[in-house]
């Protein structure tokens, strides 16, 4: 079951939803707002703004929820295509007025190539551990055209382990999610924040230049990345 498309469902066809809740591995439940997902452009940070502002050419957003970002950029004129594994989003993208959206994983993604690739609200994520990151930033380059950028915010979770001891094996940033609407619990899935410097070591031997586009004052980055010429 779509654990987090039904929320979705509900809050976009009789609002407010019931409660979202967002499992994880390192502490107590936390409630998820689902309405972060319907925000306008006046609703969003100034991280999500300058990567709306750095977009270019043919845009991918990635994990495209119910396409708020893209349905800006579509609105700027853009040739944008929004993705998400849930069918209910993709459903939802297009009655919201998005002329196109796909149901994908872009791990599995293997269609046509685009200028800029998006990955909004840690999108980037969805590749889940440091190795999947790794294995991403290889493969992905096949979906960008010459001179294509991917663009993505992350976050330390360093603060985490202020008071507790960082874990014995793996990344810190490497965590565990699952969703739980209407007493419904979806399955685990595997997600990551990956700091800075772990970023742009990662990247540096991948081929990729990094440039940090954005930073606010809780632990959250924007950071874009390129090929060289």
């Known amino acids: 079951m779509d654990v987090f498309g039904e929320a979705l469902k509900d809050q976009f066809s009789k609002p407010p939803s ?16 689902v309405d972060v997902y319907f925000r306008d452009e006046r609703e969003m940070p100034d991280l999500e703004l300058k990567a709306l502002s750095l977009c270019r050419g043919k845009v991918l957003d990635v994990g495209a ?20 594994i849930s069918a209910s989003a993709v459903t939802i993208m297009k009655q919201r007025g998005l002329k196109k959206a796909i149901e994908g994983n872009i791990i599995k993604y293997s269609g046509d190539t685009y200028d800029t690739l998006l990955f909004m609200m840690n999108g980037i994520g969805l590749t889940g551990t440091i190795s999947g990151l790794t294995s991403f930033l290889k493969s992905v380059k096949s979906l960008l055209k010459p001179d294509g ?5 992350s976050s330390d979770l360093s603060y985490l382990y ?7 094996k793996g990344y810190y940033g490497e965590v565990s999610f699952r969703y739980e609407y209407k007493s419904v ?8 924040y990956v700091d800075q410097q772990t970023l742009k070591s990662l990247a540096k031997k991948q081929g990729w230049i990094v440039e940090i586009a954005f930073e606010d ?10 090929l060289p010429k």
């Not at 929820?65 to 998400?84: C, E, Y």
């Not at 202020?162 to 014995?168: G, K, L, N």
């Not at 619990?185 to 990551?192: L, N, S, V």
């Open 65 to 84: 929820g119910v396409g708020s970002h893209a349905l800006i950029l579509q609105s700027r004129g853009f040739d944008v295509v929004g993705m998400d």
């Open 18 to 33: 019931e409660t979202l809740w967002v499992h994880n591995n390192y502490d107590e439940p936390e409630e998820m707002p």
């Open 185 to 192: 619990k979806g399955a685990w899935f595997k997600w990551i």
């Open 217 to 226: 004052d809780q632990d959250q980055y924007l950071a874009k990345l390129s």
């Open 162 to 168: 202020q008071e507790v001891a960082f874990p014995a």
């Open 149 to 153: 950028q991917l663009i993505f915010d």
